[in-house]
């Protein structure tokens, strides 16, 4: 594909259930970020891998909340327990960024997260 | 927090018009990079500066950059309506990472 894809598209779940958010990168980029965006507001960051590797993983709010990649290609954000708060639009990221900083990100669509 | 600030929140003017939008951070950087968010969308790469230069234009997208301020400033001349969108910008900064700071962002409208 030629851009960042993120499935679904949008997600209504109830409150405590898990949900699972999907991020396929565009192929070759080694940096994946996931963002936050509330309604209304800016992007709040959540997690940075480089590969496989999350050498960052401070932006995450709560234990709730884990990342994985693998293959150095697809990730996935995964809520347990989802509270009504975590309502939101969970934007990917990818870049060719890792020795070269100056490359910009490239955004999917995102995942509307309503929780009921 | 790193996050920059950008001001207006909000600004909404005529077609043929310019929009000027400012961004303030608040950490040393590498680079700083505007983005475009239309309704329901995510981000699209408008421009990106580095901590060397001061200004950069791209087509009606002119950019600069006061390091010593800590602030950057997008102008877009001679609007259209289709550039009615959010404006983001974004900074990295090495030394804490590879990760991207959002700032607020600015809800432009423009009038056709």
């Known amino acids: 594909g030629a851009g960042v894809s993120q499935s679904p598209s949008n997600k209504v779940t109830e409150k405590g259930k898990d949900v699972e958010l999907r991020c396929d990168p565009i192929?070759?980029?080694?940096?994946l970020y996931w963002y936050r965006q509330r309604l209304g507001q800016g992007l709040e960051f959540l997690i940075y891998f480089q590969g496989n590797s999350a050498p960052d993983k401070s932006g995450l709010p709560s234990d709730r909340f884990s990342a994985e990649r693998t293959g150095e290609s697809v990730s996935t954000l995964t809520i347990q327990r989802t509270q009504q708060e975590d309502s939101a639009v969970y934007l990917c990221?990818?870049?060719?960024?890792?020795?070269?900083?100056?490359?910009?990100?490239?955004f999917g669509n995102g995942t509307r997260l309503t929780v009921t | 927090s790193q996050q920059g600030e950008e001001d207006p929140q909000a600004l909404s003017i005529q077609e043929g018009e310019n929009a000027t939008m400012n961004c303030s951070y608040k950490?040393?950087?590498?680079?700083l990079q505007w983005y475009r968010q239309n309704s329901g969308r995510g981000l699209v790469h408008l421009i990106l500066i580095r901590s060397n230069e001061r200004e950069k234009h791209s087509g009606r997208l002119r950019v600069t950059l006061d390091t010593s301020k800590k602030s950057s400033s997008l102008l877009i001349t001679a609007s259209r309506a289709a550039d009615t969108a959010s404006y983001f910008c974004a900074t990295l900064n090495r030394n804490t990472g590879n990760q991207f700071y959002f700032g607020t962002g600015t809800s432009l409208t423009v009038i056709p």
């Open positions: 990221a990818s870049s060719l960024a890792g020795s070269t900083y100056n490359s910009p990100l490239h």
């Open positions: 950490t040393s950087i590498n680079n």
């Open positions: 192929s070759g980029h080694t940096a």
